[in-house]
């Protein structure tokens, strides 16, 4: 297996052949608004089926799950296609996909409920929590923070596997600019498990006592449970083993990468960042606010949109208001999520396709968002 395929920031839209067959829609009786474009103007829910249902057969995704939220709740939720593009079981309510990189936007939100308590601070460095033996020969490391692991300022690589030597460095003096990865996230998912008293296979639990119950997530977990097996849809390629499409254990938590959902979760997740809900205002503008600006030649920015970043989330300008959005890749499975909170408006999709991305930029178009693009980060 090419790990460098696994995660890439890049390559979302390699065209890859299929013959899924296209499904009616399973609709949710939840979403009971009317949908509207961001500026209000209404889109009959058939005539977004047929735009969703045109690109997956021109992007060839065999399946989508997908929520729209406008007026501030989820005003369009629906299913299609396929679980994996050799079968014909169907998308549904209860099937989970991978959530690749905005696994990191779901837990910055986990770890601000512990900062909000006390548990954690932001800026105390996170060896004085948990020692990182394989970067104590740095000295620079001891001045990483947690703040700057959920803006991406750590400066440690992405992924040490995808370093020519395999090892884990620090590339830029911590706090000084923009790098992203995965690796300082798993840091701090070590630390916060500390902190919790857990492990890395243990710390799931916590995360549903803090995020997952109480957002109503019932469907989303970061570590493999009997309802991934039961219902994940698969990767583009049909008869990819789940096993051999990972280059982490699944029974460990992972920050960075391992989140499984729907829409109807990520759609609730969406709102809750919306409305700030689960969280005190001080926390909450905490969450959202700039804490690192991308360089005008920064590739993110300049191939993206994004302009800065908060805490686990990219930030892009629109005529509406502040975007904040995260995209995430894995091999054969793409995902995306955007807010406009001074909207109350949003769109999270899943797609088991190395093409899901692909739909982003012209679903927004669809939908009528602004100015700006969001990060499509590897997962």
């Given amino acids: 297996m090419n790990f460098k395929s696994v995660i890439t920031i890049f390559c979302f839209a390699v065209l890859l052949g299929c013959n899924a067959e296209f499904q009616t829609p399973v609709s949710n009786e939840n979403a009971t608004l009317e949908l509207t474009r961001l500026d209000g103007t209404p889109i009959p829910s058939p005539a977004m089926d047929e735009f969703l249902l045109s690109k997956m057969e021109e992007l060839q995704i065999p399946g989508l799950s997908v929520a729209v939220i406008s007026k501030g709740d989820i005003s369009y939720l629906r299913s299609f296609g396929v679980v994996r593009a050799d079968t014909a079981e169907p998308v549904g309510p209860e099937t989970v996909f991978e959530a690749a990189s905005i696994s990191k936007a779901v837990f910055a939100y986990f770890v601000m409920t512990m900062v909000e308590d006390g548990t954690l601070d932001l800026d105390r460095p996170m060896h004085e929590y948990l020692p990182l033996p394989e970067l104590e020969h740095d000295e620079r490391y001891r001045s990483i923070t947690a703040r700057m692991a959920l803006s991406h ?223 499509r980060s590897e997962g």
């Fill in 153 to 375: 300022q750590t400066g440690l690589p992405n992924w040490r596997f995808l370093e020519e030597d395999g090892k884990l460095d620090i590339k830029f003096d911590p706090g000084t600019e923009f790098g992203y990865s995965g690796e300082a996230y798993e840091y701090l998912v070590a630390v916060v498990a500390h902190l919790n008293g857990v492990t890395p296979r243990t710390l799931e639990d916590v995360f549903q006592e803090r995020v997952a119950v109480p957002l109503e997530m019932t469907h989303s977990s970061f570590t493999r449970n009997a309802h991934w097996d039961a219902h994940k849809a698969y990767g583009h390629e049909a008869g990819v083993a789940e096993e051999d499409r990972w280059y982490t254990d699944l029974s460990v938590f992972g920050g960075a990468h391992s989140l499984h959902s729907n829409a109807e979760d990520l759609a609730k997740f969406a709102l809750a960042v919306i409305e700030g809900r689960g969280l005190e205002p001080d926390t909450y503008a905490e969450m959202l606010s700039e804490q690192v600006v991308l360089p005008d030649d920064q590739p993110i920015r300049t191939s993206f949109g994004i302009e800065s970043w908060a805490l686990g989330f990219g930030r892009s300008s629109t005529e509406a208001g502040m975007k904040y959005a995260h995209g995430g890749v894995n091999e054969h499975a793409n995902a995306y999520f955007m807010v406009i909170p001074a909207q109350g408006y949003g769109v999270v999709f899943f797609a088991n396709s190395s093409n899901g991305l692909a739909l982003a930029e012209e679903l927004e178009g669809f939908l009528g968002v602004l100015a700006g693009s969001s990060e």
